[in-house]
């Protein structure tokens, strides 16, 4: 028989270790158990229904209870529950989502790298990149550039090249040789100004920092196309085209964390194709699969494939779970379904459209200082005065105050900051 709530809350605080999660506090409050789900909506141990419109963590892009992907994963683990691709060997799903993932992704990538999880394939992205120029003879090229604000995952090289402020407090982060500029955030950095001169001064501070640097030491600059953990920053329109002719310029590559904006969300099947520029690695997690299991990687560019293939020898690097054959069916089984059912078309012409229209009339609103949205995600920005752009006080925690009005009526939004966001089922 289930157990009852309490039940559930006491074994879990007595055992269980949450990420990112004060272990006290919680055990003091009891979490919220979720028992199922179905389409867009969760069911918690009380019985409650709750339209999820975080899609798990940004990642559920189908939706729960597809029985293609259930489908998927039962027949692979019949057929084949595991093997490697370690010494010389392949299995037929690593294979050919290999392959599919080379038709759907931007003409440059005919490669992948396949890790277990988004944090994962940017450690290979370090990896990788540092590889790449170690190979053309530039052992100097070390330094990766990032963002403040940026997440790239909760490994030591993914939280190094994030840039949340917090992580890097804990565990002797980062690591050597990544650097950080500011975010494009244009309420942080750029009121007054209009958004594309605002796009073009972010994409400058680039700029500044290689010359700061010298270019010959820059191996990459990594971003998130749109900041996803960082509360939803959508750069101005001018940012990315600006960001791509200043590592072009200078020869430094440049790397999309597609691992949000992957697999339709923003209208597009990569954000890269939205914010149109032309990364030569491409990391990706939570949406290749919609998060049924776990899998990632990094789409590996030809300019890198062709240096690492031809003159690179063993890349000595890989994980366990890297080509997980179930991992690679239900992959499969996902993007064959986001393919009929033409969902990355219907962000792009419909509901997109249609968030972004409603989240025009909630601009009227007098708490609401700033409402924007890309794709399915959007922000909202919480203001204690709309006309001055003031922000409530900090110690109000307004969005958790927000947010507890937003469970309380059976919606899952996210609170960053003054910053509610949503990223809902495609
Ligand atoms: N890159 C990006 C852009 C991400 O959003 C990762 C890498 C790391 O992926 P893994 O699979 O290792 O978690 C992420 C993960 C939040 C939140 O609070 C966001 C993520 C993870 C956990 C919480 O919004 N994104």
Redesign the pocket.
Known sequence: PARTTAEWQAADSAHYLHP?TDFKGLANKGSRVITRADNIYLWDSEGHKILDAMSG??CVNVGYGQQALIDAAAAQMKELPFYNSFFQTAHPPAIELAELLSQITPPQFKHVFFSG??????DTVVRMVRRYWDVLGQPQRQIIISRKNA????TMA?ASLGGMAGMHAQGGLPIPGISHIDQPYWVEHGRGMRRDEFGELAASWLEARILNLGAENVAAFIG?PIQ??GGVIIPPASYWPEVQRICDQYGILLVS?E??TGFGRTGRWFGCETMGFRPDLM?F??GVTSGYVPL?GVMVGDRVAKVLIEQGGEFEHGYTYSGHPVACAVALANIRLIREQRLVERVHDDVGPYLAKAYETLREHPLVGDAETCGLMGALLLVKDKARGTPFPAELEIGMVCRGHCFGNGLIM?AVGDRMIIAPPL
């Open positions: 990112f963590l940004w999880s988004g944090s994962e394939g940017n997440y790239h995952g909760s993914g998130e996803g953990a964390d691992v949000i990391t997690a939570k990632g996210r």
